[in-house]
DNA sequence: GTGTGCATGTAAGGAGTTACATGATTGC
DNA sequence: GCAATCATGTAACTCCTTACATGCACAC
């Protein structure tokens, strides 16, 4: 069994202070929802294997009769982990989003339909912005004052204002379409926004 | 078997103008590489699923011994496209990313080891953005000229802004890492670049 | 007493990858 | 003659999700 990336994720987040795989998920729904989403059903198996691997070990931390572990990270796990993140190759970026995907094939639409698309990717993007900068990024601004930590709260900063980069680009091609349509009918390919 | 976001790519690829699975994967390399990557071993079984669907018609396109098969979308396939294209329920968007996962745990490693990691996450946005705008983005401009498509363009250009943007932020991080590590070897935690 | 949250797991299946397998054609 | 490219597929495996299954504890 490979140490894949989602292992290395519950690894850290163990050594993070999540002690048991259902704290885990509650911490990732909160804080990295929008870059690692997870579930239980990936945690446990994988907490299993890692415990196999040495790689943390499964204490007891039942509280009478409800049963509850609580895991901690060993040193070879410590290793392990400091390997992985110093590791120099980096993977190329892959990003596969359905609403990309829609807006790739939207010359298909009529006129008003790519508007609405537009308009809706747009939305979703202010959306998750909204709720990184409102939810997210206090949490992170909190953990590294009390802490020190402060690479979450870094994370969370640099997807909210890319999420708010995305918006306002495509606030600029909405309107781009929108103004061609009006004028235009059977206007050309007009200059994308920001274009280099 | 559903249709999945893979199903309407693969429509979508044909009705563009690729007739073969062969000619999906080519084409996917060069325009598609970072939003939508693809194998050839998930083409041609979703070919299949399209046929017995009746989203698709398979021609023979061989030449003398050299087998060739040749797609059509039909009137149905051309509906159910549409018909996504137009879904008004868009996800979330999901992001995941073994590189942004490395610098959510990046308080683990020493300063120095954080700003290379910093280093390479941004190297690699950049080499992606000149991808995009040396290889990617001409095509999809010839494109929108010779045939009025242009979002396959759009998509190119909204690419290489946003991974530029995210250079310039990982930029600013790096900086400030390093300032941080120069001037206070104890420093508290900094604020992040372009800090909302 | 009932719903919400805490807590741990398994089963089944979809989606996607790499590796394997085969063979024709074209250009050097 | 040989390598690269065209062309189509299958097998095995990983990763991840949804749905299922169970039961305790606490607050209202």
């Given at each position: 069994?490979?140490?894949?990336?989602?292992?290395?994720?519950?690894?850290?987040?163990?050594?993070?202070?999540?002690?048991?795989?259902?704290?885990?998920?509650?911490?990732?729904?909160?804080?990295?929802?929008?870059?690692?989403?997870?579930?239980?059903?990936?945690?446990?198996?994988?907490?299993?294997?890692?415990?196999?691997?040495?790689?943390?070990?499964?204490?007891?931390?039942?509280?009478?009769?409800?049963?509850?572990?609580?895991?901690?990270?060993?040193?070879?796990?410590?290793?392990?982990?400091?390997?992985?993140?110093?590791?120099?190759?980096?993977?190329?970026?892959?990003?596969?989003?359905?609403?990309?995907?829609?807006?790739?094939?939207?010359?298909?639409?009529?006129?008003?339909?790519?508007?609405?698309?537009v308009r809706?990717l747009r939305n979703?993007c202010a959306?998750?912005?909204?709720?990184?900068?409102?939810?997210?990024?206090?949490?992170?601004?909190?953990?590294?004052?009390?802490?020190?930590?402060?690479?979450?709260?870094?994370?969370?900063?640099?997807?909210?204002?890319?999420?708010?980069?995305a918006e306002e680009w495509l606030a600029n091609l909405e309107q781009e379409?929108?103004?061609?349509?009006?004028?235009?009918?059977?206007?050309?390919?007009?200059?994308?926004p920001?274009?280099?």
């Amino acid at each position: 069994m490979k140490t894949s990336p989602s292992s290395f994720f519950i690894l850290g987040m163990l050594q993070f202070g999540a002690t048991s795989g259902y704290a885990i998920k509650k911490a990732t729904d909160v804080s990295m929802r929008y870059f690692w989403p997870t579930s239980l059903a990936q945690i446990y198996p994988e907490l299993h294997r890692l415990e196999e691997q040495g790689l943390v070990v499964r204490h007891d931390d039942s509280h009478g009769a409800r049963t509850r572990a609580s895991y901690e990270v060993t040193e070879k796990g410590r290793e392990t982990l400091l390997s992985w993140l110093a590791e120099t190759d980096e993977e190329q970026f892959r990003f596969r989003d359905e609403g990309v995907l829609r807006l790739y094939f939207a010359d298909a639409l009529a006129p008003d339909d790519q508007i609405q698309l537009v308009r809706r990717l747009r939305n979703r993007c202010a959306e998750t912005k909204s709720e990184l900068r409102e939810n997210v990024i206090p949490l992170g601004d909190a953990l590294a004052e009390m802490t020190g930590t402060r690479f979450p709260g870094t994370i969370a900063h640099f997807g909210a204002d890319v999420f708010a980069f995305a918006e306002e680009w495509l606030a600029n091609l909405e309107q781009e379409l929108e103004e061609g349509e009006q004028s235009e009918p059977n206007a050309e390919a007009a200059p994308d926004p920001e274009a280099s």
